[in-house]
């Protein structure tokens, strides 16, 4: 076992049980899943073989070509040609979004202040630049309504025959996506629809154009990697009879009617649990299900030097759809065998390899070594290590607790280091340190964390930041650790305070807190200062707790324990008032309040907003502790995106309310009154002394129920916040609480 039996063993003796998987994909009920094999080394290729970035600079490149023959032929003698072929080969990377993701630090691009600019010099020129600039702005976040109607006029122009099948696919799909969920006016809601009916025909022309093997990958890449895919999920079982007509290359269309049918069938199934599918649902699973297979393997036999179908058989055979003989870990094989780093790849193996697929975590955790031992750097193989520690993670109540095996934390640090060595530029410089910082301190390797982060040039990478937090390491925490792990009496008391303050022995906790705090050596140590002061003020609060009485934070204990966990519009006032200030409507916002509380308790505060705030909304946090993703929200107000989706719901985590839920009426006004129970994993909600919500049970709107009952409850917080915060300052006052369960 990688994981301490006292931590996990009745967690995956849970997970063992769910096989046919609480899971919206699992195989049919009454069906195993295949058996799973040792995970082998994965077989490193020669420096020749071909990788993914070699594939997405062929499709850029093919790209700009159809994009300039197209523009030259109708403007061969204008003077800004030449600059034209410069703005069409920067721009057509925007319609692949691998092209714009940096294959080391996945970072993703943004079009520059340059580029945004030459659009407006040329894309009045001809409606492919026009096309350009439209993409342009809706990747910068700057398309507003009355361009989108602005672009959405002109876009005939853009279907017309002059133009080749696959430009007009790319525009038509790119209308689509970007007018989905909008509110429209009638004229862009008529050229919409002309879009959405000329797409399947668009798709079967664009087939047979690709006279080519590599026209063929250039028009299954822009389909795959650009908004037709998302037009071809949307609309699969439609499309179906469409590609059928096709006659473009055998393994292009095999490939595109494989992956639609797979689409249909889990559309037909439903996103249920396995027991909730109904009779009909497995039918219409099967019948598709068992086509999609076929298609696959005719498209991979057409051409297995292209990755897709060898990767989308993964997701068959896994489902117990496979061909006799061939197993997920084959196909994956057979995959990179075309490209050796092709993402999706490594995603639907990891993924087959979860505890619900008949696989395991240990066997998750080998793959990632076996991605390690790879030591291909100039990929992102290896680093695929810490991406399965992430969701193996995920899956655990307390998400530290994949790094309890001393040789896996080696071999983080081991692989972060050699990722380090290995960068090429400043900006992976600081990337990989900035990770080096994190995995190590997750690692519990305190002194390589200490020694990199003096290292750092510029504040730490807020990814790596953000890996941290995930898993219950939030910067006060880890930077006071840190900032005396270089006085080693300070950094072992330090240690000693927080397994003390970890085990509830506050008085013991509280003392050692209280030495460092009054230590000159460490006046000007400010990060770790913090650090006892929060946990200073959070054992006096809890001890004060332990009596039941109803608790208010004074000052300065809520100046130390109010802790944002998302958005950055919380602010905190005096008398332990808070307000979310949202720029727009639909935001995100949460913050806990940082000194456990159990999981029976209450709370009541009242709202102070103004009469023009629209849509006013709360949440209430149950159950939350830093590194678990298990906890509820008690909503009030708007409960989906739809503003008309109003009244109170217990949601997981901040998620819209279950369809298969309805909110309780609640009216929300501006100067409510709050109380929230929570007693024995129920849930009452009370809104100007209404009832709203009446003992719901809390593991009842969780995806894994059992992962509640997995909670320390002694570690639990509670804070404020959900989606869908109206544009303005929402106000919280009055805050108290109390627990419940003092005995």
């Known amino acids: 076992m990688i994981f301490s039996q006292r931590v996990l063993t009745g967690f995956l003796l849970v997970l063992s049980f769910l096989t046919p998987a609480q899971s919206a994909e699992t195989i049919p009920a009454g069906e195993s899943p295949p058996a799973k094999k040792q995970v082998v080394p994965i077989q490193v290729p020669g420096a020749d073989h071909r990788l993914m970035a070699s594939l997405l600079r062929q499709h850029v490149q093919w790209l700009a070509d159809k994009f300039f023959e197209a523009v030259s032929k109708r403007h061969a003698a204008e003077p800004w040609l030449p600059e034209s072929r410069n703005f069409i080969s920067e721009s057509v990377r925007f319609f692949n979004w691998q092209a714009t993701r940096d294959p080391m630090t996945d970072v993703w691009e943004k079009p520059s202040k340059a580029l945004l600019q030459s659009a407006e010099q040329l894309a009045p020129l001809d409606p492919l630049l026009l ?43 790119w209308l689509w996506h970007a007018t989905e969920d909008r509110t429209i006016p009638e004229s862009v809601k008529k050229v919409r629809q002309e879009c959405m009916d000329r797409l399947p025909e668009l798709f079967v022309a664009s087939l047979n154009g690709a006279q080519t093997p590599q026209d063929a990958e250039a028009v299954y890449m822009t389909i795959r990697h650009g908004y037709g895919g998302s037009f071809l999920d949307a609309h699969s079982q439609k499309m179906t009879p469409f590609l059928l007509q096709a006659a473009g290359p055998e393994w292009l269309r095999e490939t595109l009617l494989g992956q639609a049918e797979i689409k249909t069938a889990w559309l037909g199934r439903g ?47 896994m489902a117990g759809y496979g061909e006799e003989g061939c197993d997920e870990r084959l196909w994956f094989d057979r995959a990179i065998a075309a490209v050796f780093d092709f993402d999706d790849a490594y995603d639907t193996l990891v993924y087959a390899y979860l505890p619900r697929w008949g696989g ?60 380090l060595q290995n960068a090429k530029t400043e900006s992976e410089i600081h990337y990989y340190r900035s990770f080096l910082v994190a995995n190590a301190f997750l690692a519990r390797d305190y002194a390589t964390a200490h020694e990199q982060l003096a290292l750092l040039k510029k504040p730490i990478y807020w990814e790596a930041d953000s890996r941290l937090k995930e898993f219950g ?56 200062l913090k650090l006892a002061r929060i946990r200073l003020a959070a054992i006096d609060v809890e001890l004060r707790l332990a ?54 308790f209450e709370v009541r505060a009242r709202l102070d907003n103004s009469a023009e705030l629209t849509h006013p909304q709360f949440g209430v946090v149950v159950g939350h ?38 909110p309780f009426p609640a009216t929300l006004k501006h100067d409510s009154s709050i109380r929230l129970q929570v007693v024995k994993d129920t849930l009452t909600l009370w809104v100007d002394d209404q009832k709203v919500i009446d003992t719901i049970s809390i593991p009842s709107v969780f995806s894994l129920p059992e992962m509640w009952t997995q909670v320390d409850p002694s570690r639990c917080l509670f804070g404020f916040g959900s989606n869908y915060f109206p544009k303005g300052e929402s106000w919280i006052k009055g805050i108290e609480f109390r627990r419940l369960d003092v005995k």
């Not at 002059?162 to 696919?169: E, I, R, T």
């Not at 219409?284 to 068992?290: K, Q, Y």
């Not at 998750?364 to 750097?377: I, Q």
């Not at 208010?552 to 005096?574: C, F, I, S, T, V």
């Open 131 to 173: 096309l350009l600039q439209a993409s342009l702005e809706l990747r910068s976040r700057r398309l507003k309504s009355e361009r989108l109607e602005y672009f959405a006029v002109k876009f005939p122009a853009l279907l017309a025959d002059d133009n080749a099948p696959v430009l007009k696919l790319i525009a038509a799909a």
């Open 271 to 317: 996103d249920h649990w396995a027991f909730n599918v109904t009779d009909k649902g497995w039918k219409i699973f099967d019948e598709h299900m068992n086509p999609a297979r076929d298609h696959l393997l005719k498209a991979w036999k057409a051409s297995p030097a292209v990755p897709w179908a060898a990767t989308m058989m993964i997701t068959c055979t």
């Open 360 to 419: 395991s975590h240990e066997q998750m955790l080998a793959f990632g070594a076996a991605c390690a031992a790879t030591g291909r750097y100039d990929t992102r193989v290896p680093s695929r290590l810490f991406k399965i520690i992430k969701d193996v993670a995920k899956e655990l109540p307390d998400r530290s607790a994949v790094y309890q095996d001393p040789e896996l934390c080696r071999q983080i640090v081991k692989l972060q280091q050699a990722m």
């Open 473 to 528: 390491q939030l910067s006060f925490l880890w930077g006071g650790m840190l900032e005396v792990q270089d006085v080693p009496e300070s950094f072992a008391t330090l240690q000693k305070a927080e397994e003390a303050y970890r085990a509830h022995r506050l008085p013991e906790a509280r003392s050692m807190y209280q030495e460092l705090v009054n230590s000159p050596t460490l006046a000007e140590r400010k990060k770790m």
């Open 547 to 600: 009596t039941g009485e109803w608790v208010r934070l004074a000052d300065n204990e809520r100046k130390l324990l109010w802790q944002p966990d998302w958005g950055n519009g919380w602010w905190n006032y005096a008398e332990g008032e808070l307000s979310y200030r949202a720029d727009k409507a639909g935001e995100l916002g949460r913050i806990i309040m940082n000194a456990r509380i159990g999981r029976e």
């Open 625 to 662: 502790f830093w590194g678990c993703g298990t906890y509820a929200t008690a909503v009030c107000g708007q409960t989906a995106p739809d503003p008309k989706s109003t009244g109170a719901a217990l949601v997981e985590r901040a998620y819209d309310v279950r369809k298969d839920q309805q």
